[in-house]
């Protein structure tokens, strides 16, 4: 039986948790989810207690697991080179709850520096 995952990767997001919303800061943050953006599925991939590791060593995992981006809130400029010089899309300043975030992803209407609180909408 062929695998036919391996026919189409998956593309890793990663997202910064702190009780089912984006956390405020990447170094602080207790926990990762990665979701597979190749689809809409609404659950993550795989769930990373990271609420002991230092960040150089959560930058390095998440390398390993090929992440394609990192969603958080707050992130110091050294982790974002880290991310941006291991080819890992930074898309920070976002505030919401996980899932109108992943949406909003889903949707291509997160970008760095931007932020999402659901309700706002457009501001045009």
């Not at 391996?6 to 910064?16: D, L």
Request: glycine share 8%.
């Amino acid at each position: 039986m062929m695998n036919t995952s391996s026919k189409y990767p998956i593309k890793k997001i990663a997202v910064c948790n702190f009780h089912n919303r984006v956390a405020p800061r990447f170094d602080l943050t207790p926990e990762i989810l990665i979701f597979d953006a190749t689809h809409s599925k609404k659950e993550p991939i795989e769930i990373l207690d990271v609420s002991q590791m230092p960040s150089e060593k959560i930058v390095n995992m998440l390398v390993d697991r090929k992440v394609a981006v990192i969603i958080s809130g707050g992130i110091q400029e050294k982790f974002q080179k880290a991310f941006l010089s291991s080819n890992i899309e930074v898309i920070w300043g976002v505030v919401g709850e996980i899932h109108d975030v992943f949406q909003a992803y889903m949707k291509g209407a997160l970008h760095p520096g931007f932020g999402f609180i659901k309700g706002q909408g457009d501001r045009r």
